[in-house]
């Protein structure tokens, strides 16, 4: 059964940071890029970052581009999401998902399946 469990979400003050880890099951990881999308209530999913299948190549929105580093270990059947620098505006539910078949950028369309998603609030 396949599976994407999201972990290490909590809060945390502006400036401070986080680190989201992501455990896939189920399928073979290395076959698939992999994305993060965060969502807050009564506005759109909004992609924040993606990865390659072999971790090559990289993609993150304008809003998070600096701050954010995404990376994956396959042979762990991990994914990760490092947030420095976080803002109030970074507030929302983060999701780790799978791409069907490629990265759209840092867009949050073309996944096919995704976690439960883990809180992250920054507040002072």
């Known amino acids: 059964q396949l599976q994407l469990v999201e972990s290490g979400g909590g809060l945390v003050q502006p400036g401070g940071s986080l680190r989201l880890s992501c455990s896939a099951s189920?399928?073979?990881?290395?076959?698939?890029?992999m994305g993060w999308f965060r969502q807050t209530p009564g506005k759109e999913r909004e992609g924040v970052s993606c990865i390659s299948s072999n971790g090559g190549r990289t993609y993150y929105a304008t809003s998070v581009k600096g701050r954010f580093t995404i990376s994956r270990d396959n042979a762990k059947n991990m994914v990760y999401l490092q947030m420095n620098s976080l803002k109030p505006e970074d507030t929302a539910v983060y999701f780790c998902?799978?791409?069907?078949?490629?990265?759209?950028?840092?867009?949050?369309?073309?996944?096919?399946?995704w976690g439960q998603g883990t809180q992250v609030t920054v507040s002072s």
């Open positions: 998902a799978r791409a069907a078949s490629f990265c759209r950028g840092a867009e949050a369309t073309g996944y096919d399946y």
């Open positions: 189920g399928f073979t990881l290395r076959n698939y890029p």
